[in-house]
């Protein structure tokens, strides 16, 4: 971010108390969780990668042809838009390609390796569907289909881009640790606050938030363009990704390391004071407040995390939904509380106005 001098020096005594503040505190909060063993959800994973490269290359035509049998919704999708085709060949010889490939061969050993059992992977899914029921019972469940698939690190998690049916598709080749080789080699991903998302443990939070992202688009609407604006927008998005993964520790969520969560000082108040006095929570000024609501590097000579706006957010939106669910309680009492909490999120997606958060958020003392 390009800063004059005058602006670098007067945020430079902040950075050093205020980033680090928002990573801590979260993770052994006890919150609200509802019970949600009684809910009807299903969740099946299906491993469309390993089928892909189960395809006999010398019979490249039929096994796609059955591929398409198995995969009615998935697999064209996936072959038209997903399929590394770099030459722009016919979908058969890039399939043969993608196959054969040396890299690509490493890229799905390391995958059967760190995914040679789906067991753990199925319980989280099945999770997820079961609080996404809880929530939004009135939607498609997307977590009751979730396909596996490799694209040569290219993207990650994604959901149906058509009325088809419900599904989520999750890049296994964004889940293979760290410091796995390729991707010090791909543009996109080789920066480290990047690739310390990309474990096993991160992979349902990708998809967690491509589901958020779907929900954000069709209920959510940014109530400005000032900084406090983008913060309780984001903090939404990591608010509805908590409701979905409450059990999630937050670091996480949040794309840090535990050590770094760990090295963060838990004062939410001071983050809120030095945010509200040294930026100005309504400031307009884009270039000024952006890399607070942007996932960025972890600078620990600076104490800085660059979401910091994004984490207090989602600080400011769980007070919202937990005051406005206390008072909906009272108006529906006798009521079960599945409604009582589903009112409760509708009101606290629907409202946009930041003073209304603002009066009912109070910010954690360390």
């Given at each position: 971010?390009?800063l ?28 609200y969780?509802?019970?949600?063993s009684?809910i ?5 994973l299906f ?7 189960a ?9 796609l042809?059955q ?16 399929l590394p ?10 399939t ?14 390391s995958?059967a390796y760190f995914?040679?059992d ?16 809880y ?7 997307p977590?009751e289909?979730?396909y596996?698939y490799?694209?040569?690190?290219q993207f990650?998690?994604f959901?149906?881009?058509n ?8 890049g ?5 640790g760290?410091?796995h ?6 543009e996109n991903?080789?920066y ?22 779907d ?7 940014l ?7 983008h913060?309780i927008?984001?903090g ?18 949040f794309g ?17 004071e ?9 400031s ?15 600078d ?10 994004s ?10 939904y937990?005051?406005?669910r206390?008072?909906i ?5 006798g ?23 603002l ?7 360390g």
């Amino acid at each position: 971010m390009n800063l004059n001098k005058y602006a670098f020096y007067s945020l430079l005594g902040l950075i050093c108390s205020l980033l680090m503040a928002a990573c801590g505190g979260s993770e052994t909060t006890t919150k609200y969780i509802p019970d949600v063993s009684n809910i009807k959800a299903s969740s099946q994973l299906f491993r469309f990668d390993k089928d892909l490269i189960a395809i006999d290359t010398t019979r490249v035509d039929v096994g796609l042809e059955q591929l398409k049998q198995k995969y009615p919704a998935f697999a064209p999708f996936y072959l038209k838009n997903i399929l590394p085709n770099f030459e722009r060949v016919n979908t058969s010889q890039a399939t043969k390609r993608y196959l054969t490939d040396e890299y690509s061969q490493i890229l799905h050993d390391s995958v059967a390796y760190f995914f040679a059992d789906d067991a753990a992977l199925t319980q989280i899914f099945m999770d997820m569907a079961k609080y996404y029921a809880y929530y939004f019972s009135d939607n498609k469940n997307p977590f009751e289909r979730v396909y596996t698939y490799t694209s040569a690190y290219q993207f990650g998690c994604f959901t149906n881009p058509n009325d088809k049916e419900a599904y989520v598709a999750v890049g296994l080749d964004y889940a293979l640790g760290e410091n796995h080789k390729a991707y010090i080699h791909t543009e996109n991903l080789r920066y480290q606050y990047i690739r310390q998302r990309l474990t096993k443990d991160n992979l349902p939070v990708l998809a967690a938030e491509a589901v958020v992202n779907d929900i954000m688009d069709a209920e959510v609407k940014l109530g400005g363009n000032y900084f406090i604006d983008h913060m309780i927008y984001n903090g939404k998005k990591y608010f509805l990704v908590d409701l979905l993964m409450p059990k999630t520790e937050d670091h996480l969520k949040f794309g840090l390391t535990k050590d770094q969560m760990a090295y963060c000082i838990p004062k939410e108040a001071s983050l809120y004071e030095n945010l509200s006095k040294s930026i100005d929570l309504y400031s307009d000024d884009v270039i000024k407040y952006r890399q607070y609501v942007n996932p960025g590097p972890f600078d620990p000579e600076k104490d800085r995390h660059s979401n910091a706006g994004s984490w207090l957010g989602m600080k400011i939106v769980q007070s919202y939904y937990r005051k406005i669910r206390n008072e909906i309680k009272h108006e529906m009492s006798g009521k079960p509380k599945q409604d009582i909490d589903r009112a409760a999120l509708r009101k606290t997606l629907e409202e946009v106005q930041a003073q209304a958060f603002l009066k009912k958020y109070k910010p954690k003392r360390g």
